[in-house]
């Protein structure tokens, strides 16, 4: 042991002054190789020191070691404890093999044996105060992203934009509707604007991190969490079961799909309701709705939402509001920062060139992302997975009463068609989506600007054309909303339709005047008093549910006289676009070819005939 530890202590000496010189030389600008670099010949070094000394301590029996270690040997009297001690040390340091576990754990931190989380809890807010004691950094990270603010200014145009002040076909708006909209926000108590952004305790580190599928927040308190049997809405006769915030915070771990689905498959008042792309079958996939997030045991891939959307300190890739339309680049290794691109773009993973199909097919194939989205050949339709999506919703139609009282009703798939709090909608399950050209750019109708209502209003644009390098034809889901708007100053209003004041609400007194008088005030808008419906326009881009390749969209459907993208303009697709008179002097030319070939093989013949005969 001693003679091969001194061999090893001297090829680690020589090794450093390599490394010493190694760095010299790559301070003056020298060339240097990747082997000579200190921190690689450290850790290479090290683990063949590792090696050669290893073997060496599993051969000594305990005692043996224990005895002949001159340190032990050597121990001055002050020292005697310790070196009692050493006996014992000697023998528990010896080697063995790790035991084979099954059933690894999947984190460093058992939840469960921290007494800080045995609880009771009184609040969400509670709970988060112990996570940040460990993860002290956590809500800070948590407050500088989108998911927190709600608020984002858009570099490429300028437009402060974010779900606090957006406008929508769907709910509208939230301001004046904290207390029910904020149901979605990852945090605790937001109910009106005086909610406070900089309190670390309001954030709600439960909602992304349940593993174990029970929480849940209670609609019309802004977000809170009920930890007492509670009647929901008052009155109603139905009632919220409290949720076990200590068993909840002893079982935290990673995001996953449900975790996100919570609030991203649910948006907009139900399953599947805003995207046409995301719902709760996303939950249970099989390969065939979506070959990433499809689990393994169903031939998917397995993934959650965050092996495409990675987060860096909390800020999570992917975002409707500033998208990546096109990402000419070759795959890209997680974990380098990414170089300023976007993580959760198909390219990222798949490079630009990922068609691997023979040679000519292949080209042909990869030559088409020059044009198109990955998503516009990739996901054939939207809303695939057996819950249908909304298409239209018309707010004008609300207010309607069966004996003095609302109600609601349902077409055969169970389906609300009308809501008389809502209005009335239509769905649709397997939908073709639209095709736009797109080159990541939107352009949203704020809240204040002024609208033509005798045009459709289109609340959000997708930017791009033919002449744009960076636009490709994308897939999307065209929702139409009818909505209210004044009409003396032409502007959309937001309506104040739960919370308080009650006595103005929509859903309690179906009085639009009301409605709306507290919706303008809320959000510093100029009511006329005026207000009538217009027809709007609101786009959603299509980039989940992802088909297996032999289910993506056949040539023939692009291919053909009313192909997918008969109405993308300035695109010539091979097999739609066609030439009456081109193709009639196609076929004659190919009629005068075989009259040609057939008059020369004719001629041919009758020359040979004659030569034969000796003519």
């Avoid at 020191?49 to 043996?64: D, E, R």
């Avoid at 402060?160 to 904290?178: A, H, Q, Y």
């Avoid at 005086?194 to 309190?199: A, G, S, Y």
């Avoid at 990955?374 to 695939?384: D, K, L, N, S």
Wanted: some cysteine.
């Amino acid at each position: 042991m001693p003679s091969r530890l001194s061999a090893s202590l001297s090829a680690w000496r020589a090794s450093a002054a390599r490394s010493s010189r190694a760095l010299l030389s790559e301070q003056s600008g020298q060339p240097v190789s990747l082997f000579q670099r200190p921190q690689r010949s450290l850790r290479v070094l090290g683990l063949l020191l590792a090696l050669v000394a290893v073997p060496s301590l599993q051969a000594q029996p305990a005692s043996t070691s224990a005895a002949s270690s001159p340190v032990a040997k050597a121990a001055p009297a002050s020292q005697a404890g310790s070196a009692a001690a050493a006996p014992a040390s000697a023998a528990s340091a010896v080697w063995k093999a790790a035991p084979n576990i099954k059933n690894p754990t999947k984190g460093t931190a058992d939840h469960t044996k921290f007494k800080e989380l045995q609880g009771p809890f009184a609040s969400g807010s509670e709970v988060t105060k112990v996570c940040l004691s460990c993860h002290t950094e956590a809500a800070t990270q948590v407050m500088g992203t989108r998911h927190w603010t709600w608020d984002y200014t858009n570099p490429d145009t300028g437009q402060v934009l974010g779900k606090k002040t957006m406008l929508n076909g769907f709910c509208i708006g939230n301001r004046s509707n904290e207390p029910l909209c904020q149901g979605c926000h990852i945090g605790y108590g937001w109910k009106d604007k005086n909610f406070d952004f900089k309190d670390q305790s309001k954030v709600d580190c439960l909602v992304c991190h349940n593993t174990l599928g029970g929480y849940k927040k209670m609609p019309g308190t802004g977000g809170e969490v009920p930890v007492v049997r509670t009647e929901n809405p008052p009155g109603s006769g139905k009632f919220i079961e409290p949720v076990d915030l200590a068993l909840v915070a002893q079982h935290v771990g990673k995001t996953s799909n449900r975790t996100c689905g919570s609030c991203h498959f649910l948006g907009g008042g139900g399953d599947g309701v805003k995207h046409g792309d995301l719902d709760t079958s996303l939950n249970k996939a099989d390969k065939n709705l979506d070959v990433h997030m499809a689990s393994k045991a169903k031939g998917g891939q397995g993934f959650q939402c965050a092996t495409c959307h990675q987060a860096d300190s909390h800020s999570i890739p992917g975002s409707r509001i500033n998208m990546t339309a096109s990402d000419p680049h070759g795959a890209a290794m997680r974990g380098d920062g990414m170089s300023g691109r976007n993580a959760a773009t198909c390219q990222s993973c798949h490079g630009n060139k990922p068609h691997k199909e023979s040679l000519l097919d292949a080209q042909r194939l990869n030559n088409h992302s020059n044009t198109l989205a990955c998503q516009t050949c990739h996901v054939p339709a939207m809303a695939r997975g057996g819950v249908a999506t909304k298409m239209t919703w018309d707010w004008q139609k609300a207010g309607q009463l069966k004996d003095g009282k609302p109600f609601m009703k349902k077409d055969e798939k169970g389906n609300v068609v009308y809501d008389s709090k809502k209005g009335s909608f239509t769905f649709g399950e397997n939908v073709v989506p639209d095709y736009i050209w797109f080159n990541g750019k939107v352009s949203y109708t704020l809240q204040g600007e002024k609208i033509n209502p005798k045009e459709l209003v289109k609340i959000n644009s997708f930017l791009g054309s033919p002449d744009d390098p960076n636009a490709r034809i994308w897939p999307v889901k065209r929702f139409i909303g009818n909505q209210p708007y004044d009409t003396e100053n032409n502007v959309l209003l937001v309506p104040h339709v739960t919370g308080a004041p009650a006595d103005a609400a929509y859903w309690n007194t179906f009085d639009w005047n009301k409605a709306l008088e507290v919706g303008a005030k809320a959000t510093d808008t100029n009511f006329s008093g005026k207000y009538d419906f217009v027809k709007t326009e609101m786009i959603w881009p299509i980039t989940h549910m992802v088909a297996p390749k032999e289910k993506a969209v056949a040539c023939i459907e692009c291919h053909s006289p009313n192909g997918r993208l008969k109405d993308v303009p300035g695109l010539y697709v091979p097999g739609q676009v066609q030439f009456p008179w081109l193709e009639r002097i196609g076929w004659i030319a190919a009629g005068l070819a075989i009259v040609g070939v057939l008059l020369h093989a004719t001629l041919r013949m009758l020359s040979r005939n004659k030569k034969t005969s000796g003519v």
